[in-house]
């Protein structure tokens, strides 16, 4: 079974551009966590959705968004770039919502000019 | 959620065993011991998780002690490829979130 993909793999923008990451669970899963690493913050909880609804949100600007559609697959996106949104986006999955093991993408390199 | 507290770095010489520990003392009676491993630059990789009994995969085994304050990692023949920074998380079982809170882990180093 193939694991989580996410595309694109490396991203550069310029401050202020908007940029969308993108998603796609291990087939069967339904519920998608977003996370950011930084050297200084570590791994940082995004979001997570089941069932296409966002079922939790971390303490991140209202610049960051996403959703899922109904084949689970996830878009997160980023307005208004700032220094600071260089990162690695990391995707996590799992088979339901709150139970069960997530797995991790290799995740996006996101640079920010 | 309860806090976890790791070394910040640990080395291990190449096939001997790795024993990674985890401090986790203010873990509630419905709460897993999760651990995950980040080798550079790449999403984390799923290892094992517990509850109260000791577990073992293909890839560690997970001992919890009888209190549940504390967990030790065992990865039984480390090689080069093991080198990896370790996540210990605790998580509630029916936690109705994937809000996995990570800590600093521990950068393990293996040695040749």
């Known amino acids: 079974k193939a694991g989580v993909t996410q595309t694109p793999r490396y991203l550069i923008k310029t401050r202020g551009q908007q940029v969308t990451l993108s998603c796609s669970p291990i087939?069967?899963?339904?519920?998608v966590s977003w996370y950011q690493q930084t050297p200084g913050q570590g791994l940082q909880f995004l979001f997570e959705?089941?069932?296409?609804?966002?079922?939790n949100k971390g303490n991140f600007p209202g610049r960051f968004s996403g959703r899922q559609f109904s084949n689970s697959r996830s878009e997160m996106n980023v307005s208004t770039l700032e220094l600071g949104d260089s990162a690695l986006y990391l995707c996590?999955?799992?088979?339901?919502?709150?139970?069960?093991?997530?797995?991790f993408g290799p995740g996006t390199r996101l640079t920010v000019l | 959620d309860a806090k976890t507290t790791q070394p910040p770095s640990m080395d291990c010489a190449e096939g001997r065993a790795a024993n990674l520990p985890c401090n986790h003392s203010?873990?509630?009676?419905?709460?897993?011991v999760y651990w995950y491993r980040q080798i550079h630059s790449q999403g984390p990789q799923y290892i094992i998780h517990?509850?109260?009994n000791n577990e073992t995969n293909e890839m560690a085994s997970l001992i919890i002690t009888e209190d549940r304050k504390s967990s030790t990692l065992i990865l039984p023949h480390a090689t080069l490829r093991d080198t990896a920074v370790y996540y210990c998380?605790?998580?509630?079982?029916?936690?109705?979130?994937?809000?996995?809170?990570f800590g600093t882990g521990t950068r393990l180093k293996v040695l040749a």
């Open positions: 959705y089941f069932s296409e609804t966002q079922r």
């Open positions: 517990g509850l109260k």
């Open positions: 996590a999955s799992s088979p339901y919502f709150g139970t069960d093991t997530q797995y």
């Open positions: 998380i605790v998580r509630p079982f029916t936690s109705g979130t994937y809000k996995y809170i």
């Open positions: 087939s069967g899963h339904r519920s």
């Open positions: 203010t873990i509630s009676g419905n709460e897993y």
